[in-house]
């Protein structure tokens, strides 16, 4: 069976919104239908001095964290991101998994004059979460009497949150 193409997507991709690249997958390239939990925080750190003549306390700013990116699966063109996935959450890992992953929103703008939106850069909006690996893995729920699609997720841990643009 021929596989059907849009734009240089292969034709499940274009109904995805998010692209995910790993760097340690050389090969493979996954499409999310929904991306949840890209959120950095920083802890406020308050103090007063001893001499100070303001009974308020000075705040600065601490340590920043970091919550849980939460990836709903689509479709993988290959098992390469599957490869990984797997060697995260395998019991007897050979190595350290920890990769940098990249999401990346594909621009499903309208690029017609008459559009309302302005396209006026060809920027994608991408954010690079570095030392992540995952941390959960959920298989869709399987019932044959419906007819829902197969949902798979993962759960991501990292460290730095890059948003190169």
């Known amino acids: 069976m021929a596989e ?10 274009t109904k995805m919104n998010f692209l ?3 760097s340690t997958v050389t090969e493979g390239v ?3 239908s929904e991306v949840t939990g890209v959120e ?6 308050e103090f007063r001095q001893g001499n100070s003549n303001s009974l308020a306390p000075v705040k600065i700013p601490g340590l ?4 849980n990116v939460t990836l709903k699966f689509g479709y993988t063109r ?3 991101f599957k490869d990984w996935l797997k060697e995260c ?9 920890r990769a940098t992953v990249t999401i990346e929103l594909i621009d499903i703008r309208d690029s017609s004059p008459s559009s309302l939106v302005e396209n006026t850069q060809d920027e994608t909006l991408v954010w690079q979460l570095t030392n992540a690996w995952v941390t959960k893995y959920t298989a869709p729920d399987l019932n044959a009497s ?4 197969a949902i798979e997720s993962v759960e991501i841990a990292y460290e730095e949150l890059i948003i190169p643009n």
């Open 78 to 80: 290959n098992n390469a």
């Open 89 to 97: 959450v395998a019991e007897r890992r050979t190595k350290d998994a």
């Open 4 to 13: 059907k193409t849009s734009g240089g997507l292969h034709y499940p991709l």
């Open 40 to 45: 950095a925080s920083v802890d406020v750190i």
């Open 20 to 22: 995910v690249t790993v």
């Open 64 to 67: 920043v964290k970091h919550g």
């Open 146 to 149: 419906t007819s829902e699609v």
């Open 30 to 32: 996954a499409a999310f």
